[in-house]
């Protein structure tokens, strides 16, 4: 089992920035790739970015050059760091991990206000 906790959520003003965590522990050799996924209200969850074992990253289109995904592998914890915010990133974000199994974390809130 691994267990995701994130946090960093919060009300920001548009053109604003935050950078969520999300700390990862059990099992997490057996993760091969993280990801942050986001659902906005009446929407799907999308991708939003993610980070193979390895290093290699993507991310989704809308945030290319705004968003950067990174992990610090001594403090077992994923970054999503978002600049110039748009009322259109608003969505609850979600750290997901995958290997053998898929984890997810709970969830944190992001609202960007115009």
């Known amino acids: 089992q691994v267990q995701l906790v994130e946090s960093g959520g919060g009300l920001v003003q548009a053109g604003g920035s935050l950078r969520l965590s999300c700390a990862a522990s059990g099992r997490i050799f057996s993760i091969n790739a993280m990801g942050w996924y986001r659902q906005a209200p009446g929407k799907q969850r999308e991708l939003v970015a993610r980070i193979t074992s390895g290093g290699s990253t993507n991310y989704a289109d809308s945030v290319k050059g705004r968003f950067t995904i990174s992990r610090d592998s001594a403090k077992n914890t994923l970054y999503l760091r978002m600049s110039s915010l748009k009322p259109e990133d608003t969505a609850v974000y979600s750290c997901?991990?995958?290997?053998?199994?898929?984890?997810w974390g709970q969830g944190t809130q992001v609202t960007v206000s115009s």
């Open positions: 997901a991990a995958f290997g053998r199994s898929d984890y």
